[in-house]
């Protein structure tokens, strides 16, 4: 256990790190592989000639060698074998530290006082054994992470001055245009402005469809244009992509580690004084030196520590594979005991690329002028529901008027000056005229649709209403989250009274409608305020405060939205309802193996620390015996590196 950081790298493996391990350097990756292989294979050797020498003369079968090596030799293989744990013991008593590795060296220099240098190597011998072991384990779940950062364009075809060039992707610039031909991987996000292509996000998000790309679609950087070629209009490049916001969002889970470190170093402080006053009591009471040895080396592991980093590492690595990224490990632990679910509607729950379906124009304009100013206003919205009106325009080939001063209201609607008018679409709250509104609108609602009002210089011109479907996955992903234990799920809308009870009933939930993105955060601040753990599933569109403040906050096919990715604590880059009930069956998954991880290390390590007070446990059976937890919790954790989807 490494009660302590005894170095200083900025970011810190969990567990024991005093092997060298900590920051490889990519370039002398391979040949420190190989260095590392052929010295921890020269060690088995050695150790495993020692333990059947040591056994062999325990058991009376050998004579004595062992004994018959002068001490100073002893203490030479000693520091030869254990120099790299020992330094830093030595570094961090400098800075008046104390690690579990401390404690292990208490238990070696006894061991050595007594004379049982045997011990003392194969203490060394089997921390450096879980440190080689744990450093496979954790490689792997940041290769993982690696391959997904690999995926990252290197160079792009720039058109300059009429001619093609290959260009390092450094150097492209938001403006610059760069062509892709087919099976290409596109370098940047942007904007199609001429070629048809079908584009693949597949590596990225796990999602196998591929989408349609014409002039005016947005691509993003890393996915693949398949049969065609497109000239794209730069958008962001780089770290600014959605993709390179993904990498550095799975890369910061590295620093969370640090957090779950904070828990196991605290467990620790209270662990090394047990250790302690049992070491002593041993040695007061029992008189017995080899006992009291025993005891130190028995309570050397570094389970404890190793026991849920590892597991929530072997997780987030494993997920961040199928498209399902977390910020942290320890939303794992947030997620495993959540008891509300709260989703938003638009977007979320439905499609969110709801039709237009009604034009409903009033007081002497006509159905073309009415749609013409909505879609002129909803210009620069990015609300599915712009997209609805803009879509309708579109259709009827409307040609969109000049907008200014546009506003985006969230959670209400749009305000622009179109034509030097002042033109509102949005809900009834946000209308000059207050009242009811005109008859058409209770047909229009009671058949689920959302109506939008249309205001020009303060006097309502017209209504739209607009059809959303509700994704075909819900449904049976909400009853896996009830099977999951998470019983209240609730509908968060800005969206009225009777459409929200509408699709509520469908789908059996609870729901409050009329909500603006602040009362979303309120909604779940009331939840949290009765000792509930909240779960928040939005697409980002009007609810990013609301997931940021939901213990976890989950965002919906996060890919192409940044501003879910900044707000949500799980990025789902796919928009696939299944994957919900996914995410909290692989965070139930995670804490059954750190409990069993756990479990199994206070019990063996409490068994084991009775025996050696005891005096059953001979030091050199406590070395041997101390390193076992550490292998069960690397053997089990890494059972959730090769976890696969429960469908
Ligand atoms: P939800 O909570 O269902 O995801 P929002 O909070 O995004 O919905 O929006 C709530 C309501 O605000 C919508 O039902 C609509 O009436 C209105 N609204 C929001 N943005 C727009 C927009 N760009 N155009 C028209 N209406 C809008
Ligand atoms: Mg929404």
Redesign the pocket.
Known sequence: MSAQNTIEPPVREPGCTECSCAEPQRREESASKFRRSVLTLLAVVFAAVLIVVVVGEWLGRFEAYTERVPWYAGVAIVVLFGYPVLRKVVQAALKRRVTSHTLMTVGLLAALVIGQWPTAVLIIFFMRLADYVEHFTTERAYHAIRELAALAPQTARVERNGKEHDVPIETVAAGDVVIIRPGEKIPVDGEVLSGQATVNQATITGESMPVEAVPGTKVFAASIAQLGTLRVRTVHVGPDTTFGRVIRLVEGAETHRADVQRVADKFSAYYLPVVGTVALLTFLIGRNALSTAAVLVVACSCSFALATPIALLASVGAAAKRGLLFKGGKYLELLARADVLLV?????LTLGHPRLTDVVPLNGFSQQEVLRLAASA?RF?E?P??DA?RGAAAEQGIVLAETEDFR???????RARVEGALVS???RRMMSDGGNGPPAVGTLEAQGK???YIERDRALIGLLAAADTVRPEVAGALERVRSLGVKHVEL?????EQ?AAALARTLGIAYRAR???ED?IAVVKEHQAQGKTVVMVG?G???APALAQADVGIAMGAFGSDVAIEAAHVSLLRDDWRLVPEVLSIARRTMRVVKINIGFTAVYNLAGLLLAALGFLPPILAAAAQSLPDLVILGNSSRLLRAQPHR
């Open positions: 938003d509607k638009t977007g979320t909803e919205s609300h529901l712009a009106v985006a209201l969230p959670g209400l609607g749009v679409v949005g809900s959302t109506v939008l968060l809308t800005g969206d009225t459409t909500l603006l993105p979303k697409d569109v009007n609810d």
